[in-house]
């Protein structure tokens, strides 16, 4: 009978049983239940009564309890792993929620900086922001913008370069063409 009862369980599954005797007569109660469901819905499983005399439950006994106990302990299965899951999706949405607070917290402390000429303090907080969001664009874009202000490349579409824009001084400032003059 322990064999059978054992094959209708999985592993921390409980089988309740409780046997009274009245007279000539055993009532028997079985409920399963698992250590693992929180749920209250749970709780309102009812148990399995079976009334016989000895002989009787020991003839079908596994076969009064197997189809009850399989449906029993299957939807407590269920709600286990619902269980699970929800608290799995509560924890990856609040790790996400968390995630997206902090890449918000590094942008506008780079925006800030950025306003306030700070290009390196904006560079940092960007480049913390791209790490937790390694495939963003945006971030991307600001972070090369970044880069070539605070290498003083400047625009890299102007018409001018930085070289053309201050005028080369002569390392020879009183250098004349004298040749013309000889003659």
């Given at each position: 009978?322990?064999?059978?009862?054992?094959?209708?369980?999985?592993?921390?599954?409980?089988?309740?049983?409780?046997?009274?005797?009245?007279?000539?007569?055993?009532?028997?109660?079985?409920?399963?239940?698992?250590?693992?469901?929180?749920?209250?819905?749970?709780?309102?499983?009812?148990?399995l009564?079976?009334?016989?005399?000895?002989?009787?439950?020991?003839?079908?006994?596994?076969?009064?309890?197997?189809?009850?106990?399989i449906?029993?302990?299957?939807?407590?299965?269920?709600?286990?792993?619902?269980?699970?899951?929800?608290?799995?999706a509560?924890?990856?949405?609040?790790?996400?929620?968390?995630?997206?607070?902090?890449?918000?917290?590094?942008?506008?402390?780079a925006?800030?900086?950025?306003?306030?000429g700070?290009?390196?303090?904006?560079?940092?907080?960007?480049?913390?922001?791209?790490?937790?969001?390694?495939?963003?664009?945006?971030?991307?874009?600001?972070?090369?913008?970044?880069?070539?202000?605070?290498?003083?490349?400047?625009?890299?579409?102007?018409?001018?370069?930085?070289?053309?824009?201050?005028?080369?001084?002569?390392?020879?400032?009183?250098?004349?063409?004298?040749?013309?003059?000889?003659?």
């Amino acid at each position: 009978m322990f064999t059978e009862i054992s094959n209708l369980l999985k592993d921390g599954e409980i089988l309740r049983i409780n046997i009274m005797k009245t007279g000539e007569t055993l009532v028997v109660t079985v409920l399963p239940k698992s250590g693992e469901v929180k749920d209250p819905a749970a709780e309102q499983l009812i148990p399995l009564n079976l009334k016989g005399s000895p002989d009787e439950l020991d003839a079908g006994f596994i076969e009064a309890i197997r189809s009850p106990v399989i449906k029993s302990t299957g939807l407590m299965t269920n709600m286990a792993e619902y269980e699970k899951s929800t608290q799995k999706a509560t924890q990856e949405s609040k790790s996400e929620k968390d995630r997206k607070d902090k890449i918000d917290k590094y942008m506008k402390e780079a925006e800030a900086a950025e306003k306030a000429g700070k290009h390196k303090e904006a560079l940092t907080a960007y480049s913390k922001a791209l790490e937790l969001d390694k495939e963003n664009v945006k971030i991307k874009l600001k972070i090369n913008a970044l880069k070539l202000k605070t290498t003083g490349c400047g625009d890299i579409f102007s018409a001018t370069t930085p070289q053309e824009e201050q005028p080369e001084e002569s390392l020879y400032p009183d250098d004349t063409d004298d040749t013309d003059e000889e003659e």
